[in-house]
């Protein structure tokens, strides 16, 4: 027999234990575990959140464990109370698909009348696909300056005419004015989907003595009480960025190193190998 299948005094006691139970008829204790997360997780296998009073759907993207709670439930992005979020990770770790997840339960689960996406990939083309999402307004390519320009552009006129109205109707944000607000006089929330940072940084944020990386900083400062989200991706620059301390909610995947979980407050030695 080999060593590890030899009988030992605490496999013959469970056996007993075992065996006893089933004499009994004592049915099996709860666990202080649930199981572990499965491999694999569809957009389907999820409950969106409930509708705000602004009549936005909160979108599942994820599978969240709580093992203080002993509960399992869905992570949702949900616009009406949360600003911006900033996703960190090693290359090939999950980043685009994040947000490509993200854009499509967004889509999924709200009509363009409450959301509309902009896409800005600096990447390898991953956001590509959402051009056919009838909620996306735009894809633009960091090869593509004069286009980012523009559509930031956009965002800061909008943002600039949107703090205007909220401010001249007594709104403190665009919650409150959806809130009241019925038909085409209800604003959308807006959200810019900017993948890689790194590859921001490097083909765009430094044109112009940095003006789109002002914009970018600027969008993140005042966008959200106006209803302008922005969600970003990148590696470890991200979290040592201005961009870091104007995101709420940050979300690390793997990482190269894994002492760069202590820059959104992990400590690195609670880390699995």
């Known amino acids: 027999t080999p060593q590890d299948e ?117 990447g390898n083309g991953a956001l590509l696909a959402l051009k056919d999402v009838p909620h996306c307004g735009a894809v633009v390519r960091s090869s593509e300056p004069e286009r980012a320009a523009r559509l930031l552009t956009k965002l800061l006129t909008e943002l600039r005419r949107r703090s205007d109205l909220l401010g001249a109707r007594g709104h403190a944000n665009l919650a409150e004015q959806r809130a009241v607000a019925t038909g085409p006089d209800r604003l959308p929330y807006l959200v810019l989907l900017l993948d890689r940072w790194e590859g921001f940084r490097i083909a765009l944020g430094e044109l112009d003595n940095g003006a789109m990386t002002d914009q970018i900083d600027q969008l993140m400062r005042e966008g959200a009480a106006a209803g302008i989200h922005l969600v970003v991706t990148g590696d470890r620059s991200a979290l040592t960025a201005r961009i870091s301390t104007l995101a709420d909610t940050k979300i690390a995947l793997r990482m190269t190193d894994r002492t760069d979980y202590g820059l959104i407050a992990v400590n690195p030695r609670r880390i699995p190998d």
């Open 6 to 122: 030899q009988a030992t005094d605490l496999s013959e006691f469970v056996a007993a234990v075992r065996a006893a139970n089933e004499q009994l008829g004592i049915p099996a204790q709860p666990r202080p575990w649930l199981p572990p997360l499965p491999a694999t997780v569809l957009l389907d296998d999820l409950k969106p959140g409930r509708p705000g009073p602004s009549g936005l759907t909160p979108a599942p993207y994820a599978l969240e464990d709580l093992p203080g709670q002993q509960r399992q439930r869905a992570a949702v992005l949900d616009l009406e109370h949360t600003g911006h979020l900033l996703i960190a990770g090693a290359p090939k770790s999950g980043r685009s698909q994040l947000l490509r997840t993200l854009a499509g339960s967004l889509a999924e689960t709200n009509s363009p009348r409450d959301v509309q996406l902009y896409a800005l990939d600096c």
